[in-house]
């Protein structure tokens, strides 16, 4: 099986010694991961705990979650032998929820400001761990949800270093498949978690495999058999996520 023109077998190596590699330059000793029971987590914790087989920490972090992916997680965490910790965010979460929004007043899980309360107590985690230890990081955005913007800003779109993040989600797909990441969660809807019943293609609009396909169009600017309407959405949903993906704009004195 090739992947961008190269063995899956070497890109798979490739990227697990360029974590290494990350870690190293930074004097750190080793990478935590948050273990979410998906695609992209699955496939990030396996390469994590290839580049680092003693000094790799995969955090399970439910926080109102389907126990389903909690399940997912450990089921991944023990076949690759994977060292985990699981903290329940749940009860913090409703306290923090508690404090910004006394009751009564009612809320809905699909607030967006109250849903990514969720990824932020995660990433909140995963450095207080890190810092424990002395470790990365490591994120598991991949290409298509970086270019969208379909990431939580100092949420799940906060990490030291991002293995995937130059692989389209169908790209990651083959990789998992390569793996070895079980059935159940190559086969489950991809999700982030923020209420029940989200999953990631209802709230991007389209499959990932039209998203993917489009990506790889402007990119290449060949739009051969796709959708110019599509194709518009997609150029202004990487538009409105530009603040996302940069860091934030600095005044200049001497400019002004």
């Not at 991944?76 to 409703?94: C, Q, R």
């Not at 079980?182 to 982030?192: C, G, M, N, V, Y």
């Amino acid at each position: 099986m090739r992947l961008r023109g190269k063995d899956i077998g070497v890109l798979a190596a490739e990227i697990s010694e360029w974590i290494r590699e990350q870690v190293e330059s930074a004097g750190a000793e080793g990478v935590v991961v948050g273990m979410s029971g998906g695609l992209d987590s699955s496939v990030t914790a396996v390469l994590c705990k290839r580049a680092f087989p003693d000094a790799t920490l995969g955090l399970i972090m439910p926080c109102e979650s389907e126990h389903e992916d909690i399940e997912h997680a450990r089921l991944v965490a023990a076949k690759y032998e994977i060292e985990t910790k699981e903290i329940d965010l749940s009860p913090v979460f409703a306290l923090l929820l508690r404090t910004l929004e006394p009751p009564p007043r009612a809320y809905s899980p699909k607030d967006i400001a109250i849903a990514n309360l969720k990824p932020r107590l995660r990433m909140l985690t995963l450095y207080y761990f890190a810092n424990k230890l002395n470790y990365l990081v490591a994120g598991t955005g991949n290409k298509s949800e970086l270019m969208v913007g379909y990431f939580t800003k100092y949420g799940d779109g906060a990490a030291d270093i991002l293995p995937l993040g130059d692989l389209y989600k169908t790209e990651v797909r083959q990789l998992a498949e390569f793996l070895g990441i079980p059935d159940e969660i190559l086969r489950k809807k991809p999700s982030a978690g923020l209420w029940r019943g989200q999953t990631d293609e209802s709230e991007i609009g389209m499959s990932y495999d039209e998203l993917d396909k489009i990506l790889k169009a402007i990119e290449s600017w060949n739009f051969t058999n796709c959708d110019m309407e599509e194709v518009e959405k997609v150029q202004k949903m990487i538009e409105r996520a530009k603040h996302k993906r940069e860091r934030p704009p600095v005044f200049s004195v001497n400019s002004h």
